[in-house]
């Protein structure tokens, strides 16, 4: 029997996102009784967003999932990358924070944080989009929110570091590891219905294992180490043989 824990992150939430596949996700999660974090965009711009009209219910939407014990997460501000930085988390060259100046990047965060106060949203998760942040946006998070637990990085475990917890993110897809805790995380706006219900057979064959944030973090999580950043140089050597990574 396996002894892994997985968490389930589903990506971009706005309100012009895809809703047919947005509900086939629902559906999967409430059948399976999984809570996962979802990644809520508090002002899109992003044109690869734009799916589906805006019907005016978006943040009644957001307030159902949270009622149903959903983690909604702060998702950058508008998600549109405007530099070429990979920031702490080195899986992609493009970013919507890392490498602007601290100010910019302040006045992202509290704008975000404030749209979802307005919808009665005091988020403690923070997702950057494309999973590109650097130091000053921590900082800004620390400033102007109460944000204490990153969806991001690698290891095999939860970990404290500058100041947070980080619930790594290492899966695209359901793959059955023997030990550890992993995210795996889903974009809608860029998987089939067909796609997504094959998903969803797999999440059954794992649906003992799923967790939510509170109960991952049940336990104390250590400080960031070796044993973390060899795991860490261990899957950016195999992740491109393995195809573990799809860059979203
Ligand atoms: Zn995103």
Redesign the pocket.
Known sequence: TMKSKYIIRI??ACPTMDRERWLLFEQIFDELSIKPIV?V?PDNRDPKQQLSPDKGDFWETVNRWKEKGWEIAL??YD?VYITQEAGLVPLNQKSEFAGLPLERQEEKIRSGIEIFRNHGLSPRVW?A??HTFDMNTLEALKKHSSITIISDGISFRPFQRYGFTWLPLQLWKVRRIPMGLYTICY?PSATSLGQIRREGERLRSIANNIVSVDEALKRPCPKYGILDSLFHALFMTLRKSLKLITR?
Do not use: E
């Open positions: 990506d971009d990644a965009i998702h950058g998600h997702v989009p494309s974009h979203k």
